[in-house]
Every structure is written in C-alpha cells, then in structure tokens.
C-alpha cells in the first residue's frame, strides 16, 4: 500500500507544505528572513502567497512558486526550497525570474516599470560545489566585469552546507536550522516555534494528506489506490468513522464516495 512518504507530525521546515506555511502565515518571519538571506532592510512585505501560480501560456501551463512576496518598494521576492541538487537549477531560476516578469507585464506594466526581483533557492546541499554559504548573480558585461547589467534580476542560493566561517550570526544560525541543529538565536527560535503551532493545526493536516492523494493522482497512481493511502493515513489520526469519512469526502475526487467505500480500507 502507498503510504506517506513523512507523517505530518514529521515534517520540517525543510519540507515543501511546512516551509510554505511558515513564512506565509507568519509574513513577520518571512520578512526577517529575507533580511538574512539577502542583508537588507525590508520595513514590510505584503501579500505572501502560497505557492503563487504563474500562468502565461495560451494553453494555461505556468509554473507554482513556493512563496511569491512584495515589499513596500514593490520589490519582489520569490522564495523556493531545494531539498536535492538538481543540474537544471540555473536554468530553473532563469525560467522563474522570466515568467515572474512576463507576469507582470501581462498586467500592463511597461518595460521600465518592472521591479528588482530576487529568485531565491534555499538549498540542503551545495549547488555548485565551491563551499559558499551564498552564491549571488548578476549579470556582467565579460569585458569588463565592473559594468553591471543593473537589469534587476538577481538570482541568489542559499548553500546549507556552505562554510560558516565569518558569516553573520543569524545567517549561520539558519544555515545551521536547516541541516536540523537549533541554536539558540532568536530568528531561529521564531522558525521552530511557528513549526509546532503548524504541526498542531488540524485543517492543515486535512489539506496536505490532500495534496498528497493530489500528486498520487497526477502520478497515475489512480483513485483507489489514492483513496487507499488517505484513508490509512488519515486513520492514524482520526479515529471516529463519521469524522473521517467527513474529511475524506472535503475532496473534490471523492465527494460522492459512499460511506461503505470509505470504511472498508480501515484496518
């Protein structure tokens, strides 16, 4: 039987769903973290979104980012979390940054008007193998590398694996927190602490055993096998029948399950 890769008691906040929960219910921690990452002041950020789609293509094809923020100055800011080192990365970020800008355009704005945007990748391991905590780039002229493009799109990746010789205290403490260590800094306290508060929210855990079954089905995996996993998943949870069989019938795919269908994949 297909079960859960983790338990949502499990997760992290290196996990997808708990990074996005995080820094998109408490805009607080996502706004000092971006003052972290990137050594900058930021007096606000304004509308978080998780898991903000893109979509520019005719055909409806668009990309899901995991958090999409803007500060006060209309700078933008896309945050993503990179469990596995992947080759295509930097062309993954060439790829964000183009549609977050088409993205804007498609809204009427003017070639000029467009705004500083970072694309953000924080990363378990390092993403080019040269040990930095941080890489940073801008585009340069090969000529003469004191031109600077200053086109305003900048592409940065957090290495937690880098060297945290000489790093700021809060930096090193986060890099530290993401390959599972807590220190006592107060940024990371915030982090950890708002992971428990998501780690209790019921809902929550409803809307990623979901999101699961989702990604079963978009893997061919099929309806009753999904049903299957849910069903024991949510079990381990939930122990009364009609408060089960109501969770498991919130989805979409199976609002019209009957009860009987339900109950028999109980153990």
Same mark, same amino acid.
């Given at each position: 039987?297909? +079960?859960?890769?983790?338990?949502?008691q499990?997760l992290?906040f290196?996990?997808d &769903?708990?990074f996005g929960?995080?820094?998109?219910?408490?805009p607080?921690?996502?706004?000092?973290?971006?003052?972290v990452?990137?050594e900058?002041?930021?007096?606000?950020?304004?509308?978080p979104?998780?898991?903000k789609?893109v979509?520019?293509l005719?055909? %409806?094809k668009g990309i899901?980012?995991?958090?999409?923020?803007d500060?006060?100055?209309g700078?933008?800011?896309?945050?993503?979390?990179?469990t596995?080192?992947k080759?295509?990365l930097?062309?993954?970020?060439r790829y964000?940054? %183009?549609m977050i800008?088409?993205?804007? *355009?498609?809204r009427?704005?003017?070639?000029?008007?467009?705004?500083?945007?970072f694309v953000i &990748? *924080?990363?378990?391991?390092?993403p &080019? %193998?040269? %040990?930095?905590? $941080?890489y940073? &780039?801008e585009n340069?002229c090969v +000529?003469n590398?004191?031109i600077?493009l200053?086109?305003?799109a900048?592409?940065v990746? *957090?290495?937690?694996?880098g060297d945290l010789?000489?790093l700021?205290?809060?930096?090193?403490a986060?890099l +530290?927190?993401?390959?599972?260590?807590? $220190?006592?800094?107060e940024?990371?306290?915030?982090?950890?602490n708002?992971v428990?508060? $998501?780690?209790e929210h019921?809902?929550w855990? $409803?809307e990623?055993?979901?999101?699961y079954?989702?990604d079963?089905?978009?893997?061919?995996i099929?309806?009753e096998?999904g049903?299957e996993?849910?069903v024991?998943?949510l079990?381990?949870f939930?122990?009364?029948?009609?408060?089960?069989y109501?969770?498991i019938?919130k989805n979409?795919a199976y609002?019209?399950t009957?009860?009987?269908?339900?109950?028999k994949y109980?153990?």
């Amino acid at each position: 039987m297909e +079960q859960l890769q983790k338990k949502y008691q499990e997760l992290t906040f290196t996990d997808d &769903f708990m990074f996005g929960k995080v820094l998109v219910n408490n805009p607080e921690i996502c706004r000092r973290l971006l003052e972290v990452l990137l050594e900058i002041k930021i007096k606000r950020i304004s509308f978080p979104e998780r898991q903000k789609t893109v979509e520019i293509l005719s055909d %409806g094809k668009g990309i899901r980012l995991d958090v999409y923020v803007d500060d006060e100055n209309g700078t933008i800011y896309n945050i993503e979390m990179q469990t596995k080192v992947k080759k295509e990365l930097p062309k993954r970020s060439r790829y964000y940054q %183009g549609m977050i800008d088409m993205n804007l *355009i498609e809204r009427g704005a003017k070639y000029k008007e467009l705004k500083l945007s970072f694309v953000i &990748f *924080i990363c378990l391991k390092d993403p &080019f %193998g040269y %040990g930095l905590p $941080v890489y940073r &780039f801008e585009n340069i002229c090969v +000529q003469n590398g004191g031109i600077l493009l200053k086109d305003e799109a900048i592409k940065v990746f *957090i290495n937690a694996d880098g060297d945290l010789r000489g790093l700021p205290e809060d930096l090193a403490a986060f890099l +530290q927190y993401l390959k599972g260590k807590v $220190v006592e800094n107060e940024l990371v306290q915030m982090i950890d602490n708002e992971v428990e508060k $998501v780690r209790e929210h019921k809902e929550w855990e $409803v809307e990623y055993m979901t999101l699961y079954l989702r990604d079963m089905e978009n893997q061919d995996i099929g309806l009753e096998k999904g049903l299957e996993a849910l069903v024991s998943s949510l079990n381990e949870f939930i122990k009364d029948e009609d408060a089960l069989y109501r969770a498991i019938i919130k989805n979409e795919a199976y609002k019209n399950t009957p009860r009987e269908e339900v109950l028999k994949y109980l153990n």
